[in-house]
């Protein structure tokens, strides 16, 4: 796992400089090709030596252009780059604000050098544009991006930051202020990149044009504008109404949603709204403040360490050897319901190999097929697939009601009822079908996977992959090791979910694996604070100040109420009174009551169902006039986390504590700025007071302490 005590040296980034006639005699444009001389896997980031790199080669440009030598600066990348950003790893160690504003200045002059060069200036976006790497061509006068250019961004707010090398004041005064705050609040919130057509179609790119002659493109455009047959209209500044008006909104979402969790979308916000009437030198200073004081936040720290985490590309910890993985070259699916589907679609896409799904009558396997069909013709609708893929991917998935269908499965996942005897009956049937190689896995959020296997003549093979719902959208798999599971079982199963695009983590069988475990702990406490007294409303709103995705009584209506109850019960039986009755929820479940109003507009939380108060009013078997403010319920709900969480690494349910956030993040959407979870309880003192030490040593998720 990702180790950021000691950060690694600056993988600097070079700027390269190569003289370009352009087109019908016009003179020389110098092309700058930003380089770090490694292949595509390893994205080009933007450091302090890099920096410092582009000052000097700008301050000679600026020379050549003063003599005359050049008439155009253009800018772009190495393939599939233009920039990927700062370099976090650097950011992140910073020590000092003196240093972290030095980060902020340097960039900023750098940029601004460029943008003063002497010369009209073009960003050709070729590929990934995150953050500092947009910001250089935000800097620009003009930028085209290639039709096939990767993730455009400025992602910093979702990382503790602000678009601070001139993203902040640019953006606003280039696009308008409504759709600067959509690139610079709402994308990052929803971890949702540009595209390349959208980044035209916003005005990020003033011309798009094909990967395959982007640059010859982009030349002839540049020569065009510079004989001014193309001239590009900016648009006015918005008005004072219109801005305040806007930035007013946003503020207000903000506190709805964020709830004062983290400064960094604040701080944005703060700053486009003075973008404005600013000029440049007083913004960028403004910006450099900011950063500076954002990079010496815990929330920055553990923001970098959360993506850290889940950056792609990482062995899940403990996964046997990937050699020992078993081909697939046909899939099983038993059940056709719900994520059976799901699934089956998800297989029958990515590994693309026959997948046959079977339930228990026609009716059903008809309906799981429907699922498959409409989904991909909505992908063909909107454009995200083509009607030959689509095609090719119906021929490949099969329905059936004949467990036969299952004998040249080399892989069978079972997602059938909730319900141990019907899966052991299950994989027992199986057993007698299939070759003796198969892997046998099942999808279960609750039963003993051991159990499951227990009767078989080859547990070994019995592997657990837990799904989350929707499972197209949902990036985390929990791949459960079970008493006898084969590392040739475990093997494929991390295999499989690999190809799937999925992150996995190895988790041991214990009850609710991580994410139910821990989520439903944290549901338990909101109620069991409700039933002791706490009004539903305040409890309902005592984790906002950790910035959730969504309070309790909505989470516990996405899952539902039925399920969420079911859950807490069985952890309960198996884990101890830690998980709380709760004679409330469950007349709600039996009454069939929604806990939830619809939300008051979209994107905005649901509010609680007040009628839901009368219920746990009612009842009064578990009173024990124990009321707590929103402080108390945030208290013991932080305690009994850290206290399970501490017993799950006992019992060595995963790794380490960087498996639980991982699990916590993409599998229950935590926060970054918390880094999970476990970055959290270490610096707000939970851990060392109710376990006596850290979970993570100071300084790997935190700004260190020394
Ligand atoms: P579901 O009720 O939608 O589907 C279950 C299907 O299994 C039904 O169509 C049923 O007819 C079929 N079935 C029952 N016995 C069968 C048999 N012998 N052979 C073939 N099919 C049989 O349920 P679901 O929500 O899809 O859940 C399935 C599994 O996935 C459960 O183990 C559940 O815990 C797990 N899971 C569910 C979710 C979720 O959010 N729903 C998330 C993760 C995991």
Redesign the pocket.
């Known amino acids: 796992m990702t180790d950021t005590t000691t950060p690694r040296a600056e993988r600097v980034t070079h700027f390269l400089v190569r003289d370009v006639a352009l087109p019908g005699d016009l003179g020389t444009l110098a092309l700058v090709t930003l380089d770090n001389g490694l292949d595509h896997t390893k994205p080009t980031t933007l450091g302090p030596q890099g920096i410092a790199e582009l000052q000097s080669v700008v301050e000679r440009l600026h020379e050549r252009a003063t003599a005359g030598e050049i008439v155009a600066v253009g800018v772009t990348g190495k393939p599939y780059f233009l920039a990927a950003g700062a370099d976090l790893t650097q950011v992140a160690s910073v020590t000092s604000r003196d240093d972290a504003l030095s980060l902020g200045r340097g960039g900023h002059a750098a940029y601004r050098a460029l943008s003063e060069v002497g010369v009209p200036t073009f960003a050709y976006i070729n590929g990934v544009a995150l953050g500092g790497g947009l910001e250089i061509a935000l800097n620009c006068d003009y930028r085209t991006v290639a039709s096939d250019a990767g993730a455009i961004a400025l992602p910093e707010t979702g990382l503790g930051l602000v678009p601070g090398w001139g993203g902040a004041y640019l953006v606003p005064r280039l696009l308008g202020v409504q759709k600067a705050l959509d690139v610079i609040l709402t994308r990052p919130a929803q971890n949702k990149p540009f595209k390349a057509a959208e980044a035209y179609e916003i005005g990020l790119a003033d011309a798009i044009f094909d990967a395959a002659d982007f640059l010859e493109e982009s030349i002839r455009w540049t020569a065009a504008i510079l004989r001014g047959e193309i001239v590009v209209e900016r648009r006015p500044l918005d008005d004072e109404a219109t801005w305040k008006a806007v930035t007013d909104a946003a503020r207000q979402r903000l506190d709805a949603t964020v709830h004062g969790s983290r400064p960094a979308p604040y701080r944005a916000l703060d700053l486009v709204t003075a973008a404005r009437d600013s000029d440049r030198t007083t913004a960028f200073a403004a910006e450099d403040e900011a950063l500076a004081d954002l990079i010496m936040t815990d929330e920055m720290r553990a923001s970098v360490y959360a993506f850290q985490l889940v950056s792609h590309g990482k062995k899940p910890a403990g996964a046997p050897d990937a050699s020992l993985a078993r081909p697939v070259t046909r899939v099983g699916i038993?059940?056709?319901?719900?994520?059976?589907a799901q699934i089956a679609l998800l297989f029958a896409q990515r590994l693309q190999v026959p997948v046959v799904m079977?339930?228990?009558?026609q009716e059903?396997v008809d309906k799981?097929l429907g699922f498959v069909q409409s989904q991909l013709a909505r992908l063909v609708s909107t454009g995200r697939m083509s009607k030959d893929t689509a095609a090719r991917i119906t021929a490949q998935v099969h329905g059936t009601t004949d467990?036969q269908d299952f004998a040249s499965c080399d892989f069978v996942i079972e997602?059938?009822?909730?319900v141990l005897g019907?899966?052991k009956?299950?994989f027992a049937e199986l057993e007698g079908i299939v070759s003796p190689e198969t892997i046998l896995a099942?999808?279960?959020?609750?039963?003993s996977i051991t159990e499951m296997a227990a009767d078989l003549q080859h547990p070994e093979r019995v592997v657990g992959i837990?799904?989350?719902?929707p499972v197209a959208a949902m990036p985390l798999v929990e791949v459960i090791h079970a008493e006898k599971t084969s590392d040739e079982a475990l093997a494929t199963a991390f295999a499989v979910t690999k190809k799937l695009r999925k992150t996995s983590v190895l988790v041991k069988d214990r009850p609710g694996f991580v994410v139910n475990r821990l989520l439903v702990l944290v549901m338990g406490k909101i109620v069991e604070a409700v039933e002791n007294g706490t009004p539903v409303d305040v409890a309902d709103h005592a984790t906002d100040p950790l910035g959730f995705p969504m309070p309790t009584f909505e989470l516990f209506d996405l899952?539902g109420p039925a399920?969420g109850l079911h859950v807490l019960q069985s952890l309960r039986e198996d884990l101890g009174d830690r998980f709380p009755v709760s004679p409330g929820l469950e007349k709600l479940v039996a009454d069939g009551t929604r806990v939830v109003l619809d939300a008051p507009a979209k994107g905005l939380p649901k509010p609680v169902n007040p009628e839901i108060q009368a219920v746990f009013d009612g009842d009064g078997t578990t009173r024990t006039d124990e009321a707590l403010d929103a402080a108390g319920v945030l208290d013991a709900t932080l305690t009994a986390l850290t206290s399970e969480i501490g017993l799950m690494l006992d019992e060595g349910v995963v790794a380490g504590p960087q498996q639980i956030d991982l699990c916590m993040i993409l599998g229950a959407g935590w926060p970054f700025h918390l880094g999970g979870i476990t970055p959290y309880l270490d610096r707000t003192g939970y851990s060392e007071r109710v376990l006596g030490k850290r979970f993570l040593p100071d300084g790997v998720a935190n700004v260190p302490r020394g």
């Open positions: 038993v059940g056709a319901g719900l994520m059976a079977r339930d228990i009558d059903r799981g467990v997602a059938v009822t909730e019907l899966k009956k299950v099942t999808n279960t959020s609750a039963l837990h799904f989350f719902n899952v399920v």
